[in-house]
């Protein structure tokens, strides 16, 4: 049972590139979120999914987008990106209501 | 809306030492509260979870959290600290009608020997 699967683990992007970091789960789990985790700010949600074909914005939403075309998958888009954006990005899903959130390894992404 | 507040940014203690992590929360409904652990390089696991019921919640490798509805707390326990439990601890909120859950801030808890 592999859980919550985030490629790459590590990222080195030029300010303005573009790119897509991915996310499946196989536990058929409906819910789905993206964080940042930044030094002293916590763990900070940019987008999360309540299930297939339904996506609303979190806390920092800016610069990202998602889609939830499948229950398994849930890809995080860069659109530009910015120094701003380094971090360390986790993938989390979870049953609905009273469900315990299964995370990722993380992706470390450094945008230079 | 939803938020947590975890007021310790860090937290000592001496190995067999009880521990505290603190944790207050603000929902418009009823809650569910979750602790989870991370550990250096690693992706959270989860601790312990309040659902319903028992204000006093037992989870993995020994750790509990009392919740407190007045106070609006639920804040994590361990009668005998181990070196191994030194990690980042999160406290996540999620109300009972809402897709997402809220985390704290996190805290360092340091076991010494």
Same mark, same amino acid.
């Given at each position: 049972?592999?859980g919550?699967?985030? =490629?790459p683990?590590?990222?080195v ?23 940042r ?6 763990l ?5 999914s309540v299930?297939?074909g339904i ?5 920092v939403?800016?610069g990202?987008n998602?889609?939830?075309?499948t =229950? ?5 888009r860069?659109?530009s990106?910015?120094?701003?954006? =380094?971090?360390v990005?986790f ?5 609905p209501?009273?469900?315990?959130a ?5 992706t470390?992404l =450094?945008?230079v | ?9 860090? #937290?000592? #203690?001496?190995?067999?030492?009880p ?9 418009? !409904? ?12 690693? !992706?959270?696991q989860f ?5 319903t !019921?028992?204000?006093l919640v037992?989870?993995s490798?020994g750790?509990e959290a ?6 609006t ?5 361990k009668?005998s600290?181990? #070196?191994?439990?030194?990690?980042l601890?999160f406290?996540? #909120? ?16 340091t076991?010494?020997?």
């Amino acid at each position: 049972n592999a859980g919550v699967t985030q =490629t790459p683990k590590f990222q080195v992007l030029k300010t303005g590139q573009s790119m897509t970091l991915q996310c499946a789960q196989d536990m058929n789990h409906e819910y789905m979120s993206w964080y940042r985790q930044d030094p002293g700010m916590g763990l900070r949600l940019i987008h999360y999914s309540v299930g297939a074909g339904i996506t609303d914005q979190g806390e920092v939403p800016n610069g990202y987008n998602v889609s939830r075309s499948t =229950t398994e998958d849930f890809p995080l888009r860069l659109l530009s990106a910015a120094p701003s954006q =380094t971090s360390v990005y986790f993938c989390a899903s979870s049953y609905p209501g009273s469900g315990e959130a299964f995370f990722g390894q993380g992706t470390r992404l =450094t945008v230079v | 809306a939803q938020s947590v507040a975890q007021p310790e940014d860090q #937290v000592n #203690v001496a190995e067999g030492n009880p521990l505290t992590v603190k944790c207050t929360y603000s929902v418009s !409904g009823n809650p569910y509260l979750f602790w989870y652990v991370q550990y250096p390089n690693r !992706g959270l696991q989860f601790l312990l979870k309040y659902i319903t !019921g028992d204000n006093l919640v037992k989870g993995s490798y020994g750790f509990e959290a009392e919740f407190n509805k007045s106070q609006t707390s639920f804040h994590l326990k361990k009668p005998s600290a181990l #070196v191994s439990d030194s990690a980042l601890y999160f406290c996540a #909120v999620r109300d009972t009608n809402a897709g997402k859950s809220t985390f704290g801030d996190g805290t360092t808890l340091t076991v010494k020997p």
